[in-house]
Structures are given as structure tokens and as C-alpha cells.
């Protein structure tokens, strides 16, 4: 069609440690993203919220600041961590516009709030694969997007065959 212009679209991908991550963030690149597109991914990392203490643990001994703020920091490393390398995948495949965002909270709640308020166009995460039993007692956030967010969710399930990279 003469003058019609591809659309930017934004699209959000959740990341985290895991190699359905990587894999669902590969799909995209490979599928979704067109070369010279106009697309912006956005990677959200979901980093769980600190947990609270009491002052005294069961056996009377107090938790130290320092633990804390060791713990907090670590929370932090892990998520600078993740977004390096889902950066750096982005730039091997495309050098498409890349937005980073590091949240936290459950995992459901936040992608779900994310992809609303940035109004993105489409939401692509990965699979964990847990059985029925699992996924009762666990959970699952892929599903509960799903149901959840109002653009389209495109889940990447990765193939049996595909072992995680050494």
C-alpha cells in the first residue's frame, strides 16, 4: 500500500533468570520485531518485594541491618543482571529501542499494572511448563496475564528439545 508506514508498536517483555525468558525474549526478536522497525520492547523485571522481619527471628536473635541491606542489595545485582543480558540479546538480533524496567512485587500483579499503564501493544512472556499439581499450588503468571491484561498476551512455551545454553 503506497504511503501507508509501519506502525510503532510497543511491546512489553517480562524477564527474569530463567531460560524461558531468554527463549520467549528470542522468539520475539526472531518473529515479532521487524528489521528497522519502529517497535520499542519493553523488558520488566519483577523483583520480589524485601521481606519483613521481625525484629526477633523464633530463636530471640535480631536481624542485623547489615543482613538487610545485604539481602536488598543481592535483590538488586540479580535484576541489573537480567536486564544486561536481555539487553544485550536485543542488540545481537536487532538494534531495535529498548526501554528497561525494573518493578517490584508479584509477578502477576505487576506485569499486569505495567502493560496498562504503559499502554503497550501486546505482552510476550514465557512459559514455565509446571504440571497441573504445580501450577495449583504455585500459581501460574503466565495464565493469570492472560486473563488479566486487555492487549493481547502472546505466550512463548519453549520446546522440549531446546536445552538451556552452557
Given amino acids: ?18 531460560e524461558e525468558s531468554s527463549y520467549a525474549l528470542s522468539w520475539c526478536l526472531k518473529n515479532i520485531v521487524a528489521e528497522n522497525s519502529k517497535d520499542t520492547l519493553v523488558l520488566l523485571y519483577s523483583k520480589q518485594p524485601p521481606p519483613l522481619y521481625p525484629a526477633m527471628d523464633g530463636t530471640g536473635y535480631l536481624f542485623s ?32 529501542k529498548v526501554e528497561t524496567r525494573v518493578e517490584c512485587g508479584d509477578p502477576r500483579d505487576v506485569i499486569c499494572k505495567t502493560a496498562e499503564k504503559s499502554g503497550v501493544d501486546m505482552v510476550v512472556m514465557g512459559s514455565h511448563g509446571y504440571g497441573m499439581i504445580k501450577r495449583a499450588f504455585l500459581g501460574s503468571v503466565s495464565n493469570h496475564c492472560a486473563q488479566n491484561v486487555k492487549c493481547p498476551v502472546l505466550i512463548v512455551n519453549r520446546p522440549k528439545s531446546a536445552a538451556p545454553s552452557t
Avoid: F, P
Fill in 1 to 18: 500500500m503506497a504511503g501507508s508506514e509501519a506502525k510503532e508498536r510497543k511491546i512489553l517483555v517480562a524477564v527474569d533468570e530463567g
Fill in 65 to 96: 541491618t547489615d543482613i538487610i541491606a545485604s539481602m536488598e542489595k543481592y535483590g538488586n545485582e540479580v535484576a541489573e543482571s537480567v536486564m544486561e543480558k536481555a539487553k544485550k540479546l536485543c542488540k545481537e538480533v536487532h538494534d531495535v
